[in-house]
Structure formats: structure tokens, C-alpha cells
């Protein structure tokens, strides 16, 4: 099984938000999924240059990429899974990605077409991490 990293841009400041992407983490790594705090002190360049040097797939998360519906995401992670090579799913940084900062080739994904605060759109990513590991165990968790 490969491995997926989820690179967030510092570790959330709301309580909330920490306690829920530490609930969601527990539950994922056994799975072959974990998560990476990068200082926020780090400047999205360094970040951007960061990601850029990882070995197999960066996917930004961004509002302007692709957008699936949670059962189109998990037979995306279940690809990543067969597939063999890291995937790393990127969340911004408060400012977000701009075509500046972000390859021009890169892989861009949508969690919505709203707008949320990095550390929100965090604690989506892992919760619909989770949730498509449960969708491809056929657990009941998934209500659609």
C-alpha cells in the first residue's frame, strides 16, 4: 500500500480544529495515511520548494481544482493506494496558493467551491481522508 502524506501549513491554532485533525489521524494511520506539520513560519516559497522536492505526486489543494464527490474521492484514494508511489495532498497556507507560488503543472484538487480557512479546510481533508478509507471497507459510516 502507498503512502499518503497530508502536508498541513502549521499546526492549528484553534483547539477545535487540532483536536479534530489529531481524532481523524489516529484513525487514518493505520492506514497509510499520516499527517506533516510544516512551520508556519516557513514562507510559501520554502514550502512551495518543499513540496516540490517530494518523491511521487503533489496535489495542491486548491479552490480552483478538480472537484470530486466524496465516493469520486475515495476511488481516488484507493488508486493512490494500487498505484505504489507516495501522494501528498498539500493545504496552503493562510494566504493560500497562488499561480506564483504553485508549479505550473501541478495537480490541483477542490474540496468546495466556498472559500474556508486553511485550518477548516484541514480538518475537511482528513474527515474525507477518513471517510474514504471507510467507503472502501464498506463500513456504514458513509450515509449516502
Same mark, same amino acid.
Given at each position: 500500500?502507498?503512502?499518503?502524506?497530508?502536508?498541513?501549513?502549521?499546526?492549528?491554532?484553534?483547539?477545535?480544529?487540532?483536536?479534530?485533525?489529531?481524532?481523524?489521524?489516529?484513525?487514518?494511520?493505520?492506514? &497509510?495515511?499520516?499527517?506533516?506539520?510544516? *512551520? =508556519?513560519? #516557513?514562507?510559501?516559497? +520554502?514550502?512551495?520548494?518543499? @513540496?516540490? /522536492?517530494?518523491?511521487?505526486?503533489?496535489?495542491?489543494?486548491?479552490?480552483?481544482?478538480?472537484?470530486?464527490?466524496?465516493?469520486?474521492?475515495?476511488?481516488?484514494?484507493?488508486?493512490?493506494?494500487?498505484?505504489?508511489?507516495?501522494?501528498?495532498?498539500?493545504? &496552503?497556507?493562510?494566504?493560500?496558493?497562488? *499561480? =506564483?507560488? #504553485?508549479?505550473?503543472? +501541478?495537480?490541483?484538487?477542490? @474540496?468546495? /467551491?466556498?472559500?474556508?480557512?486553511?485550518?477548516?479546510?484541514?480538518?475537511?481533508?482528513?474527515?474525507?481522508?477518513?471517510?474514504?478509507?471507510?467507503?472502501?471497507?464498506?463500513?456504514?459510516?458513509?450515509?449516502?
Amino acid at each position: 500500500m502507498a503512502r499518503v502524506t497530508v502536508h498541513l501549513h502549521g499546526v492549528p491554532k484553534e483547539k477545535a480544529n487540532r483536536e479534530l485533525i489529531e481524532m481523524y489521524s489516529k484513525r487514518i494511520s493505520s492506514r &497509510g495515511i499520516r499527517i506533516e506539520y510544516h *512551520s =508556519d513560519k #516557513m514562507g510559501v516559497d +520554502a514550502y512551495t520548494d518543499y @513540496l516540490g /522536492k517530494r518523491k511521487g505526486t503533489v496535489i495542491y489543494l486548491d479552490e480552483g481544482g478538480v472537484m470530486l464527490d466524496s465516493l469520486e474521492f475515495s476511488s481516488r484514494v484507493q488508486e493512490w493506494n494500487i498505484a505504489g508511489d507516495e501522494t501528498h495532498l498539500a493545504i &496552503g497556507p493562510a494566504q493560500g496558493w497562488s *499561480s =506564483d507560488n #504553485m508549479p505550473g503543472n +501541478a495537480q490541483r484538487l477542490s @474540496l468546495s /467551491k466556498m472559500t474556508y480557512p486553511h485550518e477548516l479546510a484541514s480538518v475537511l481533508l482528513v474527515e474525507q481522508l477518513y471517510r474514504a478509507t471507510e467507503i472502501l471497507r464498506g463500513s456504514a459510516y458513509h450515509k449516502a
